[in-house]
């Protein structure tokens, strides 16, 4: 096989060559995209302008939101793109600009649910510090480090995926997916990239334990609360964050920790749908659904819409008569 250090594009996994199902594919993911961006824009704009929910809790919460949108917006595109225009190919640039949003966001995602495990912790733990522990200016620290840590996890892992020697072009993903491209080298230089992997294991694991360190001691904590309604009142707002942080851990584990040796292109499909794309799809249902404050800012944003058209017609009538 001749060597290809940098072909000028990568040929995707192709989901069928029948057009009728790329057309139902186009519509599903287009379906699924145009459901993850309404979701997570929702729970943007609410947070943003109901001045009740302008706490640390749900600055991290639009944090997470605006991530699980750049999540979503790295792949489907592209995908959604591809199947309504009978094509494969994405250009070297384009794949090279995947992996590392990909990355970017994966790593700042994981890093805001690691804060906000600690948010919950001195929250429920040290509540008569909380102001002091969690100021604003603390949130904005901590949120702008998680992101700095996304760029620089996107920057080594996408430096180290094309550093090597290429041996072919074509994806077995939909996607330009880390490990499928590492599958394409025919040179030593994988190496690099199968460390990098390995050291962001390593944090994944630290930030992993450090999250049920937390949730250990929040536990006990609310074990001592004397009330019944004071017990569940904590625990509600822990439950949606223990759920995101168990999906987005447990399909992570599901892709990745399986034999590789027997996987066809349709469960390598699959396992990427799910860890990739199910937890940004889901994540603002859960917060929405488990949280009271925020279908409360959505019904009063609903409910402002409304009224201010109303008025703004009762005004173009008045005008007119």
Not at 86 to 99: F, L
Not at 226 to 244: D, W
Not at 283 to 289: D, L
Request: charged content about 10%; overall charge neutral; some cysteine.
């Amino acid at each position: 096989m001749s060597n290809l250090t940098s072909p000028s594009e990568f040929l995707l996994l192709e989901f069928s060559d029948i057009r009728e199902l790329q057309i139902l594919h186009f519509f599903v993911f287009l379906t699924v995209y145009l459901t993850a961006v309404t979701g997570n824009l929702l729970v943007i704009i609410a947070v943003a302008l109901d001045h009740h929910l302008h706490t640390p809790m749900y600055f991290f919460l639009m944090n997470l939101a605006l991530l699980d949108l750049g999540m979503v917006s790295v792949m489907l595109p592209k995908t959604i793109a591809n199947s309504i225009l009978n094509t494969t190919s994405i250009s070297y640039h384009a794949c090279v600009a995947q992996v590392f949003f990909y990355f970017f966001f994966g790593g700042s995602d994981f890093a805001i649910l690691t804060i906000m495990a600690h948010d919950r912790y001195a929250a429920i733990c040290n509540p008569l510090q909380y102001e002091t522990i969690m100021h604003r200016g603390a949130c904005i620290q901590m949120a702008a480090s998680a992101w700095i840590a996304g760029i620089l996890i996107g920057l080594l892992h996408s430096g180290g995926t094309f550093a090597i020697t290429f041996c072919s072009n074509m994806i077995n993903q939909f996607f330009c997916e880390g490990p499928q491209i590492l599958k394409l080298s025919c040179s030593d230089m994988y190496l690099v990239e199968v460390g990098i992997i390995i050291f962001g294991c390593f944090l994944g694991v630290a930030c992993f334990f450090f999250i049920i360190v937390s949730y250990m001691q929040i536990f006990a904590a609310v074990l001592r609360i004397p009330s019944v309604h004071g017990q569940k009142k904590a625990l509600s707002t822990c439950l949606p964050h223990l759920i995101v942080v168990s999906l987005l851990v447990f399909s992570g584990l599901f892709a990745y920790v399986r034999p590789h040796s027997h996987t066809s292109a349709e469960q390598n499909v699959l396992f990427a749908i799910i860890y990739a794309i199910l937890p940004p799809l889901l994540n603002p249902f859960i917060y929405s659904m488990r949280n009271k404050e925020i279908k409360s800012a959505l019904l009063k944003l609903s409910g402002y819409q409304c009224s201010s058209k109303t008025i703004a017609g009762k005004v173009f009538l008045q005008k007119r008569n």
